[in-house]
């Protein structure tokens, strides 16, 4: 299919730009013609970006549209480029939350995932995922990603699971992934470890105890404080740091355990720190991660008093067995005062730890697992960013993952759950360990370490999701198999992703990439920041400020917006709270932007290293931006009406010279900032180049060449430059737009003698095609001298508040070169500043005229007759009046100490840049108020 028989309509464009008819459309065209695929042909360079897996049970958020919009511009730029450019998606299993998702199901009816049996459960939760999972997926379509959906992956695939036996096995094999007893982070709802980026750590309300711990040689007692009395039942010592004198003499003693019977030693170590409380710490290796450190170093032992739904076991006194751990605190506090040991108790703020997904309070718990030994993994995944094969953008999220690196622990890879891979080791009646990646090869294993067949017992445990997510650039790509796809695209070239799981999931690919294929996983990452809301806050569902990128690509209204916000509000004062701000803030809900909008928006706010700020007034602002460039597009095919041929440089005006050499500075820029991932510098550029230079400028310069009669080499000349300047500047903007673009594109690619099936397919505009548009021309510098001067006489009509339909007369006076320039452009001059005549100055100013200055003249404005000059200053002092007013009140917020130190940053700033703002409109009221006064003399 050739670009004059594409689907979309032929002929010239609409009135208006409707992007729900755009959108659907090219996106079904672009997919079934298999352009997302690479085609693998030898000779190309391979190109290739993974997308950090979202989890099956997602669905699209505005921090994945955010950075899907980046990771697509780069692939659909690069893919212009002529690369082979590979684009990966697909899906994690995501083992804790999918299995609460089915466990939620069955819970309506009425049953729990023990009735139906481990395979059965397994069979409901792969149905589910088979009907309802994988939504995000389906939701990346809107936004434009150009993925490959052919190579589609999803982290339990056979050929994946494959993969991630087969690492276990090897790093088993090498002594790498070992079982042992650690402390780890327990959830006691679902009864499993869970990753530290699966706890929420929030500051509550909550009180700090105060114990006395009786001295065993009765000469009194030490104090000891807690946020968790409970726990003292495990207590293994009491720490003081040995240069605290008041203790000293201490070290070495013993304390009578209250309630237990026990009796623990006063050690001294110089992790205590003597000021907080009493300077004395109650040690309990197994239930908390500071002391389990401070436990080995001096080799207490490790009590453990809790079972897996956080009850007192049988390691604790019989008054406290099979009590819940809060039920126990009561008591144990009760006891404590009755036997006189409760110094005090103060109101006490703490940081809680919970579980991201059934909000239970975590406990650090001693229990069996299964660790990968991270230190001998992580010392080439240092050195592989010390010496550059890795780089960080922004640089600086390098400290980070060395101070992470550095100090890492082993891996807790082991979760008590049925959703996930299966953890491939059997224990044989002797609690012998088998590790196999076959089970049939498993039981030859067993017959031949026993001397006869043997029953086996596999593992009931799976891996955490973080073990295959880590193999994920390597795996999908066919590992342990040395598939094409793997030569082609391994190592990848860049990943794009939050500084949150830097630890989590970066570097864990660093680390196995290298051990398992010897070479890093991407060459880049880069790091965005969150997207936030326009008052600078995170968005959440109890803030009520999460916005939907569907929603704005597709518009809601109010009352399904309200209802949106807060369903499944257990609070309903929060819920009245939160739909009497929607209403505020949406009174017409949220109009349709289109994906184009937001994506440009994401783009411009793409700055490194910072969190974005999202307000409805940028996407807006860009959505006017595509109905400009729609609308200067249907201008350019309304006067070009056939394809136009390479015009001769001599038949070039100044202003055609002057777009093209703008044209090439922005190739230029934009190829400059896509190198250094600079995003929105990339969307800035364009938009002043399109909006500024193309639209307001260069459109308006060459009116007077495409309406003079009969044809002409000048016009010839505009309408080549118009078509190939437009073209041009659609291919630099298509991997941050591809929808209009495209459709813009297919019209203007043949007026400017450019064939393809696709501006996807279109050569990307290079630093080399810049140079054919650079021309110098010494007209140039004249035309922007007039430039400026018609931007001079703009300023003033708008300051004096003259309409743009009022023809004015121009008095010029300055040097003959400029006042020669003024001759030569005089059709340019009169169009643009709306002049209805001008004339050199002969003699004195003229009274009673609005004065300018430009580079190298003056010009003055005569207003006789045309204004009330007593009616506009005290129109500009009523105005005047109310903005100092407003500069007031701010300046009196920012003077209260209450309100510095006690708002929020953001709010502190908002109030700051509405007195910035307020300040500039009073200095331009009190220069327009100086001039009319002048005036009036």
């Known amino acids: 299919m050739g670009i004059h028989d594409t689907p979309p309509d032929e002929g010239t464009l609409a009135k208006s730009y409707d992007p729900a008819g755009v959108e659907r459309r090219w996106y079904q065209h672009w997919e079934d013609k298999g352009w997302f695929t690479p085609t693998l042909e030898e000779g190309r360079a391979g190109y290739c970006i993974m997308i950090p897996p979202p989890n099956v049970t997602g669905s699209l958020h505005m921090g994945h549209a955010f950075q899907d919009t980046l990771m697509d511009a780069l692939t659909r730029m690069n893919r212009m480029n002529r690369k082979d450019a590979l684009w990966l998606v697909g899906t994690d299993h995501a083992g804790i939350a999918t299995q609460m998702v089915v466990e939620r199901q069955l819970a309506a009816e009425g049953k729990t995932r023990h009735d139906l049996g481990r395979q059965t459960f397994i069979d409901r939760v792969w149905n589910w995922k088979k009907s309802s999972g994988g939504t995000i997926v389906r939701q990346l379509r809107r936004m434009g990603t150009s993925c490959d959906w052919s190579r589609e992956r999803f982290t339990m695939d056979p050929a994946l699971s494959h993969g991630v036996r087969e690492v276990?096995?090897?790093?088993?094999?090498?002594?790498?992934?070992?079982?042992g007893k650690r402390l780890v982070n327990w959830d006691p709802m679902l009864h499993t470890a869970v990753s530290d980026l699966e706890v929420v750590s929030e500051e509550e309300e909550g009180f700090l105890w105060h114990l006395r711990y009786p001295l065993t040689d009765g000469s009194g007692h030490l104090v000891v404080a807690t946020t968790r009395p409970e726990t003292m039942l495990g207590d293994a010592a009491v720490a003081v740091h040995p240069e605290d004198d008041r203790y000293r003499h201490l070290v070495g003693k013993e304390?009578?355990?209250?309630l237990t019977g026990r009796r623990i030693p006063v050690i001294a170590d110089d992790h205590v720190d003597p000021a907080f409380g009493t300077g004395c710490v109650k040690i309990t290796p197994a239930h908390d991660f500071n002391d389990y450190d401070m436990g080995k170093r001096h080799g207490l032992p490790m009590i453990n008093i809790l079972d897996v739904d956080a009850s007192l076991n049988d390691q604790t006194p019989p008054?406290?067995?099979g009590l819940d751990r809060y039920v126990a605190r009561k008591q144990i506090v009760a006891d404590l005062t009755a036997l006189g040991l409760l110094d005090k108790i103060q109101p006490h703020k703490l940081m809680v730890p919970r579980g991201d997904r059934s909000k239970a309070v975590v406990e650090p718990y001693l229990t069996d697992q299964w660790f990968v030994r991270a230190a001998p993994l992580a010392e080439e995944a240092i050195r592989a960013v010390e010496d550059g094969r890795i780089r960080f953008v922004p640089e600086n999220w390098s400290k980070t993952y060395f101070e992470w690196m550095r100090n890492i622990q082993d891996w807790c890879i082991s979760r008590q759950i049925w959703w996930g891979h299966r953890i491939p080791a059997w224990y044989g009646p002797d609690g012998h360990i088998f590790v196999c990646n076959c089970e049939e090869e498993v039981y030859e294993l067993a017959a031949e370490h026993y001397g006869r067949?043997?029953?086996?017992?596999?593992?009931?445990?799976?891996?955490?999701?973080?073990?295959?997510?880590?193999?994920?650039?390597?795996?999908?790509l066919g590992w342990p198999k040395k598939t094409p796809e793997l030569a082609r695209f391994y190592p990848t070239d860049v990943l794009v992703t939050g500084f949150d799981i830097i630890f989590f999931w970066v570097a864990r690919m660093i680390m196995m990439g290298l051990k398992f294929t010897g070479e890093v996983p991407f060459r880049t990452v880069y790091i965005h920041g969150l997207v936030r809301d326009g008052e600078g806050q995170k968005m959440s569902k109890s803030k009520g400020n999460v916005l939907d990128p569907l929603d704005l690509i597709d518009g809601i209204d109010l009352e399904s917006l309200v209802k949106k916000r807060t369903s499944d509000m257990m609070q309903p004062h929060l819920a009245a709270k939160i739909e009497a701000s929607t209403r505020k803030e949406f009174p017409h809900g949220i109009p349709a932007f289109g994906t184009d909008a937001l994506r440009f928006t994401f783009a411009s706010l793409a700055t490194q290293g910072r969190?974005?700020?999202?307000?409805?007034?940028?996407?807006?602002?860009?959505?006017?931006?595509?109905?400009?460039?729609?609308?200067?597009?249907?201008?350019?095919?309304?006067?070009v009406p056939e394809p136009t041929t390479p015009t001769p440089t001599g038949d070039l005006s100044p202003a055609d010279h002057w777009i093209r050499g703008k044209l090439a500075q922005t190739m230029g820029e934009v190829n400059d900032a896509f190198a250094q991932y600079r995003f929105s510098d990339a969307a800035n550029v364009l938009y002043q180049f399109v909006w500024g230079n193309y639209c307001d400028w260069y459109l308006e310069l060459v009116k007077p060449a495409l309406y003079a009669e009969g044809d002409s080499p000048a016009k010839r000349a505009a309408r080549r430059t118009l078509v190939e300047v437009l073209e041009t500047a659609l291919r630099l903007l298509h991997p941050l737009m591809p929808f209009l673009t495209e459709e813009l594109w297919q019209k203007a690619a043949p007026l400017a003698g450019r064939g393809g099936e696709s501006i996807m397919l279109a050569p990307w505009p290079t630093v080399e095609e810049a140079g054919a548009f650079a021309g110098e021309d010494p007209r140039v510098a004249g035309l922007e001298w007039i430039m400026g001067l018609i931007s001079a006489v703009r300023t003033v009509r708008s300051e004096m508040n003259l309409p743009p339909s009022l023809k004015l007369e121009l008095v010029i006076s300055g040097e003959a070169g400029r006042l020669a320039l003024v001759e030569a452009?005089?059709?340019?001059?009169?169009?643009?500043a709306r002049i209805a005549r001008w004339r050199r100055l002969e003699g004195p100013a003229p009274a009673g005229c609005a004065a300018g200055l430009t580079e190298g003249a003056r010009f003055f404005i005569p207003l006789e007759g045309i204004i009330d000059l007593a009616a506009e200053e005290a129109r500009l002092s009523r105005e005047l009046a109310r903005?100092?007013?407003?500069?007031?009140?701010?300046e009196r917020k920012l003077?209260?100490?209450?309100?510095?130190?006690?708002?929020?940053?953001?709010?502190?700033?908002k109030e700051r840049e509405k007195q910035r703002e307020f300040g500039e409109k009073r200095h331009a009221l009190d220069e327009a108020l100086a001039r009319i006064r002048a005036l009036r003399g």
């Open 611 to 639: 969190d974005i700020k999202f307000d409805l007034g940028r996407i807006e602002g860009y959505r006017n931006f595509c109905n400009k460039l729609w609308n200067a597009s249907r201008f350019v095919l309304m006067n």
């Open 883 to 890: 903005v100092v007013g407003e500069v007031e009140k701010v």
């Open 168 to 179: 276990f096995v090897r790093l088993y094999n090498e002594g790498l992934i070992y079982r």
């Open 825 to 832: 452009f005089e059709t340019e001059v009169k169009a643009l």
């Open 255 to 258: 304390v009578d355990l209250p």
């Open 319 to 321: 008054d406290y067995r």
């Open 453 to 476: 067949p043997t029953k086996l017992v596999q593992d009931a445990d799976v891996l955490d999701t973080w073990f295959s997510s880590a193999l994920w650039p390597f795996s999908t």
């Open 895 to 909: 003077g209260q100490p209450d309100f510095l130190a006690k708002a929020k940053p953001e709010a502190i700033d």
